[in-house]
């Protein structure tokens, strides 16, 4: 769970272990490293020497946290290009971080090809994906260049051939006596692309919809998660659920409400820029992504009425607001209620392969993956929610597939418009 607190080594046990868990670590070759070595800056233990446990960490932490948070903002002021390749260089690492772990089992066996196998993969999964990406968003830059005219037109097949090409590779490689830990190994790396590479593919398309998209759900996570540390930290008594332990009810709670202002507040501030609310395109012209644009309904200013049961407490009659920061409620909420299940379903993991963190990326922190478990759910969410809630058909994008089609074609498609618009005109005579 991102910026949540690491549990503490009582937690890696694992309870009520059988003799099918025991049969399971013999087929895999015991049990994976358990990554136990403190990565905290040296300058860091010096400075915090005199503090107990607690406090050392709580303090490694939260400077660790503020510096994540300003490299944040900085990637943010550089544009939606560094904003994509730093969601591609996350995807790669997380994707490492897990493979990883399924190579110090796989590896015991001294069996071919499946590290190399799996970073194939990956580069078929992307592929596809970008390719996929590229055609929908640059599709006038695509139709104007002759060699991405082609990819373009044959994308799908040449994803499916190369994909063919690796599963071939995989059916060569398997090995006798291994065939079931190797088809084991076929599904993890396969549940990781899935996990990893589709989520951050979301991720961009709801960066394309607006930077504002981007920013407020992953901020709402990354409040969420400190928030809930913060409270459960000073407050924490009651228990959340067994698979972490020190997740508390009161962190739980105190976190919600916590991000659900934080939600409002930050939405207010940012549908006032266009920067952020209009959608990244690509102009032909320059070359270049543009954000500019009229702001749609959602940023622009409206008045509500107060509920009368709420009037009597604010002394308000009538709100002004932008329609977005409603968004941004049913954002927030998901950021923390069902958000963390992301870092749960990360904790049941670790414990099911007796490892602290996935990686020891950052000091205090653990892994890239142990920061981003909870941002990949919520991509998803975010990703259904504009499909579900916002987004409408695209006039510019129907105007660059018209442009495409043969001249009797358009011809058609004109004539049929316009009879439609003339019915449509008689009737409403």
């Not at 549990?7 to 895999?28: I, V």
């Not at 032909?284 to 500019?292: E, H, K, L, P, Y």
């Not at 409620?329 to 904790?347: C, K, M, N, R, V």
């Amino acid at each position: 769970m991102p910026w949540a607190p690491p549990e503490s080594e009582s937690e890696n046990k694992l309870d009520g272990e059988t003799a099918s868990d025991s049969e399971s670590k013999s087929e895999f070759g015991g049990s994976p490293p358990v990554p136990t070595s403190d990565d905290t800056p040296e300058v860091l233990n010096r400075a915090l020497s005199n503090l107990s446990s607690r406090w050392k960490n709580w303090w490694v932490r939260g400077i660790l946290t503020l510096a994540m948070i300003t490299f944040f903002f900085i990637i943010i002021y550089l544009g939606p290009m560094v904003l994509m390749t730093i969601v591609m260089c996350v995807q790669i690492k997380c994707f490492h971080e897990i493979i990883t772990i399924g190579y110090n089992v796989y590896h015991s066996y001294d069996l071919p090809w499946f590290r190399t196998l799996s970073w194939y993969f990956l580069l078929c999964v992307n592929y596809f994906f970008y390719g996929e990406t590229v055609t929908d968003y640059f599709f006038t830059l695509v139709q104007r260049e002759e060699p991405l005219r082609i990819l373009s037109k044959y994308h799908r097949f040449i994803s499916f051939a190369l994909y063919l090409t690796g599963f071939c590779m995989f059916v060569l490689s398997l090995v006798k006596k291994h065939y079931r830990l190797q088809f084991y190994m076929f599904g993890w790396t396969h549940v990781t692309l899935l996990i990893v590479v589709t989520q951050s593919h979301l991720i961009i398309h709801n960066l394309f919809e607006g930077m504002i998209w981007f920013i407020v759900p992953i901020s709402c996570v990354i409040c969420n998660d400190i928030m809930a540390y913060m409270f459960g930290f000073f407050f924490g008594r009651t228990p959340l659920i067994k698979l972490s332990p020190k997740k508390t009810w009161e962190g739980f709670i105190g976190g919600f409400f916590a991000t659900v202002l934080f939600g409002l507040l930050l939405s207010y501030v940012m549908s006032g820029y266009r920067c952020f609310t209009c959608p990244v395109e690509f102009n032909n012209d320059t070359n270049s992504f543009t954000v500019d644009c009229e702001p749609s309904e959602l940023f622009q200013l409206q008045e509500y009425n107060i509920p009368l049961v709420l009037q009597s407490v604010v002394g308000w009659k009538t709100v002004r607001m932008y329609p977005f920061q409603i968004h941004s409620i049913a954002l927030s909420t998901f950021a923390s209620l069902i958000g963390p299940f992301g870092g749960f379903f990360a904790s049941g993991f670790k414990r099911a392969f007796k490892i602290k963190d996935f990686a020891n990326t950052i000091p205090g922190h653990g892994g890239i993956m142990d920061r981003f478990d909870c941002q990949y759910l919520m991509a998803t969410f975010v990703n259904v929610y504009i499909a579900s809630f916002i987004r409408g058909p695209n006039p510019s994008k129907l105007i660059q597939q018209f442009l495409t089609l043969r001249p009797d074609q358009q011809l058609h498609i004109f004539n049929t418009l316009k009879a439609h618009l003339v019915d449509k005109a008689n009737l409403s005579l």
